[in-house]
């Protein structure tokens, strides 16, 4: 904010000197009426309605310079605001996105900055100018005529009194109604991304009444503002036309006695209306400002959020020296336990050295994904250590680290753009032939029956193609980025295991002497591996090469028996 206090300033000031020209706008009237109507001289009625115009133009060129001043600050600023949030929500890790969610942090991105820049604009065009016309027409009042302001010591209380009643009745709700826009969004968001599981649910229905629910805090608001706005704008109206009657009548005996001329009565009344008028903007403000307020704690809340995984401090981006003659991955009793308070893997220990090939296998939620996600510092652990190339990982530079790493996620993810834009994510600098090799490799060439070939136009999360499809393009685009070691989480669950054993089998000739972590639920994907790790319910319940597994974990033979209804693999 200090930030901008230059503009803020240059734009107050040229809306100043508009609200200023503005106030003399009924004085420059009533002695066009009084010195010049009334007296019959042509030429100060000219010379008069010549001034008007001066002040209607020098006004409107102030308000036009305030405008773009308000304009650029306040959109500049939200942009700025936006580039800093979304930076700090890229360095957030995934449990600090997990615990603020994914909705609330698109509505503080979007709706909260820009109430913010709202408030912004506002700052600039009339959080000086209103209150100042409305003590300026006060003042002004007074001077025209103090028997005549006698009425406004009843009219000025009285909107007081009403407009803080609307404030009182609006203004608190505005934090819930943030949050209830945060949870509005998440249904929304829920819905359309899952709308095919609904449809072939057939759970529109249901759907609806919890929208409804969701959406009925926002309504009643809605509708609880619009009440209270729609009663008391006839009320403030009827008031306003009250005083209007009261100075007329007050004002006809004044002049009458030779006390005022018509002009000053004509004028009072404009003061009177500028008031009201006034009264209501500066009413409106406490409400934006309210909402800006509400906004700015979340905007806040989530700038001051502290990474909980990031670089230790005082480390710098080449710090990180692999050492030789060790392994390249190794855990030593590792235990994790997310918030909510459940171990999800404990005491795990193993290493893999470079050019070898780890599997890791085991039921749903045996904590497979959560292993790996260790690896690459998604979450940190909660006891034990996790090194790469001999070193704690929580002492290299995470940039370094997930440099050295290639993953595929489990749940895959496409952006909207090209193939060939998708495929460079994991390589920008990947030549055309590059991005063949990754495609043959990961046994993508349906790339080429597309439309376009690499030009191809991927839709949003992928959804032209097939969930095979999606699978081996993320793949393709992890073997394009270069790494010491690849991981690949469940990534060929939606292929055909034909395609499945080719895909390994092109992928291990590729690897050379990097290595390979492959997590499954298939036996057949990670039988080959040299050496695999049974997970169950986040506990190892058994380590070695297949044959070992066969004759020495009761858990990883049942898999086996269970996946081969007894005939052996190829
Ligand atoms: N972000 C999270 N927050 C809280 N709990 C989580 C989170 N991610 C996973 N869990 C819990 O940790 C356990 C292990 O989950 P994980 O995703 O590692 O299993 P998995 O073996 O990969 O399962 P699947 O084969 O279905 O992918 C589960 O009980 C899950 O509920
Ligand atoms: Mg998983």
Known sequence: MLKYRKQIFLGQFFKLIEAILELMMPVAM?????????????????????????????????????????????VGM??????????????????????????SLVTRMTIDINNLQDAMAMLIRLVIRSPFIMIGSIIMAIILDVKLSLVLLITTPLVSIIMFIILRAVAPKFSALQKS?????????????????????????????????????????ALNTGKITSLLSPIVSLCLNMAIIAVLMLGAKRVQLGKIELGIVIAFIE????????????????????????????????????????????IKKGDFIPKGN??????????????????????????????ESL????????????????????????????????????????????????????????FKGSVEQNLKLGNNNASKKDMEDALNIAQADFVYELPGGLKYNIEESGRNLSGGQRQR???????????????????????????????RRALKKSLGDRSCIVVSQRISTIMHA????????????????????????????ELYITQTAGAEYA
């Open 473 to 503: 393009l993320t793949i393709a685009r992890a073997i394009l980025k270069p790494f010491e070691v690849i991981i690949l989480d469940d990534s060929f669950s939606a292929l055909d295991l034909s395609t499945e054993s080719r895909l």
């Open 30 to 74: 009533a002695s066009v009426i009084d010195k010049g109507i009334a007296l019959g001289d042509k030429s100060h009625i000219f010379r008069n309605v010549g001034i008007m115009f001066l002040l209607a133009f020098v006004g409107v060129c102030c308000a036009m310079v305030c405008q773009v001043v308000a304009t650029k600050t306040s």
């Open 530 to 557: 040299d050496n695999i790790i049974v997970l169950d319910n986040g506990v190892c319940v058994g380590m070695g090469k297949h044959d070992y597994l066969l004759k020495h974990c009761e858990i990883y033979k």
């Open 326 to 355: 060790t392994s390249l991955i190794s855990f030593k009793n590792v235990c994790i336990t997310y918030p909510d308070g459940k171990p999800a893997l404990q005491d795990i220990s193993f290493s893999l050295n470079k050019g």
């Open 181 to 221: 826009l945060d949870l509005l969004s998440r249904k929304v968001n829920e819905t359309i991304s899952g709308i095919r599981v609904i449809r072939a649910f057939s759970r529109e229905e249901s759907l609806v009444d919890s929208f409804d629910e969701s959406s009925k805090f926002y309504a009643d608001f």
């Open 78 to 103: 939200s942009g700025e605001m936006r580039r800093e949030a979304f930076e700090k929500i890229n360095s957030l890790s995934a449990q600090d996105l997990d615990s603020i969610g994914t909705n």
């Open 271 to 314: 003061y009177l209306i500028q008031i009201f008028l006034q009264t209501a903007v500066v009413a409106n403000l406490v409400l934006i400002y309210t909402r800006a307020y509400a906004s700015a704690k979340r905007v806040e809340e989530l700038m001051d959020t502290k990474p909980s995984v990031s670089d230790k401090f005082g």
């Open 359 to 414: 599997g890791i296998i085991g039921g749903t939620g045996s904590g497979k994904s959560t292993l790996v996600s260790l690896i690459l510092r998604f979450y940190d652990t909660t006891k034990g250590v996790v090194k790469f190339c001999g070193e704690d990982i929580k002492n290299i530079p995470i940039e370094e680290l997930r440099k050295r790493i290639s993953f595929v996620p489990q749940r895959v993810s496409l």
